[in-house]
């Protein structure tokens, strides 16, 4: 077939390369001037690593990779830790594949690259889509400079505003969740020694939470910092300050007051929630990624949704002559899924937050009953046994 996807990031690109490497045509139309991922990490459990690895990427993964030992929950004001799960090995023998952290630049690059062994000008730069037409035989963009570019398939990978959700589907207003999240990065080697421990930590308190952890081969630390409070640009471009964002943070840990002190450009984004949608696909046109199922990034587990679409996507195209088919599977795999995520994610927000954390005592009491071994098992394990390579299609 030929697939016209909108949108080069990492679920764009994640279905290009599997679609590729099928022996698809694929064209990939992305509104940017340039290919460059904003400078923000990014976790992949073992849902995505399995996914990267199956198309081959996982020798140009492995040298920018931070692959840490385990995850820690830390309590905001007097740093009590408590072992999440382990990860390393331990992730390897418990569920086939790594869980890793990486710059999100780092796999944007990875995939585009993989991307362009296989078909050198198959992306598209600068190149704004409009509209699409669906005759029932072929789908047709539509691109801003007046071009029509037809193919059996379009694959909207746009983004939370996509341009082909709206068309799709309409244009769905997105509810503020109450919560606003501070993102930045920090040179390592510009924090003290008891902070350059390989290990991701989920900081949680009364009204906010903070997740840290190392990029690539160690060199930097991703700060996430979410809060309750009324701003609601959504954009990831949205520049703060230092002293903005460590007033969001009164009375935490001398550690959180320390990387934020360090941040070079601290940014600042708004936390919508959109309700999961029932379908993906309308005709010959279809949704992945963030265009499809938007996610609080509380279960950390956007970027890897976005891939196993991705995987999925390209299985059913491959397993049907007919594209309407083909979506239908494609519909019928990923669109409950999703939804449970999605919705777990919300759930995840209430655990991080809660009021029972204000104090040390009741913060020990509901840590040890929200995140014992077997409850993290049960709220983990069907996130991260998921193969997108094997599910039924």
């Known amino acids: 077939m030929r697939i016209l996807i909108v949108g080069a990031g990492i679920g764009g690109l994640t279905t290009a390369l599997a679609l590729l490497r099928d022996g698809h045509e694929v064209e990939v139309y992305e509104q940017a001037p340039k290919l460059a991922e904003l400078g923000a990490g990014v976790q992949i459990s073992a849902n995505g690593a399995r996914v990267l690895f199956a198309l081959g990427l996982e020798d140009a993964i492995r040298r920018v990779w931070c692959q840490p030992t385990g995850k820690e929950i830390r309590l905001w004001n007097t740093g009590e830790t408590w072992k999440l799960f382990d990860l390393g ?4 023998a418990r569920y086939g594949a790594p869980y890793f952290m990486i710059h999100r630049a780092d796999l944007h690059r990875v995939l585009i ?3 362009q062994a296989l078909a050198p000008n198959a992306i598209h730069l600068d190149t704004r889509v409009t509209g699409f037409h669906d005759d029932g035989n072929s789908i047709t963009l539509q691109l801003a400079n007046g071009a029509r570019i037809s193919g059996d398939i379009v694959g909207g990978a746009d983004g939370v505003h996509s341009r082909i959700r709206n068309i799709l589907v309409g244009d769905d207003k997105p509810e503020f969740t109450g919560c606003m999240a501070w993102r930045g990065l920090v040179p390592v080697e510009k924090l003290p020694a008891h902070m350059r421990r390989n290990v991701g930590v989920n900081w949680v308190g009364p009204g906010g939470h903070v997740i840290n952890y190392q990029l690539r081969r160690g060199e930097l630390l991703n700060f996430v910092g979410v809060v309750e409070r009324d701003w609601r640009v959504e954009s990831w471009t949205e520049k703060g300050s230092r002293e903005e964002c460590a007033a969001d943070f009164p009375g935490w840990h001398d550690d959180i007051h ?5 941040i070079e450009q601290p940014y600042k984004w708004a936390l919508l929630g959109r309700a999961p949608l029932t379908r993906f696909s309308h005709g010959r046109a279809t949704l992945l990624g963030d265009a499809a199922h938007p996610t609080l990034p509380m279960l950390a587990q956007g970027a890897n949704m976005a891939i196993e679409d991705g995987m999925v ?15 239908a599977h494609y519909d019928a795999a990923r669109v409950e ?4 995520l999605v ?11 809660n009021p029972a954390l204000a104090d040390a005592a009741g913060a020990k009491a509901y840590v040890d009953a ?3 071994e077997q409850s993290a098992k049960q709220r983990y394990d069907w996130i991260f046994e998921y193969d997108a390579t094997r599910v039924a299609v």
């Not at 919705?343 to 937050?353: C, L």
């Open 89 to 92: 090995a331990e992730s390897v």
């Open 313 to 327: 996507l390209a299985r059913c195209l491959n397993a049907y002559d007919d594209a309407e088919t083909a979506l």
């Open 343 to 353: 919705q777990g994610a919300n759930d995840m927000a209430k655990r991080f937050h």
């Open 370 to 372: 929200q995140w014992r």
């Open 113 to 115: 690259d993989a991307v």
């Open 337 to 340: 899924r999703t939804a449970k």
């Open 258 to 262: 320390a990387i934020i002190r360090n």
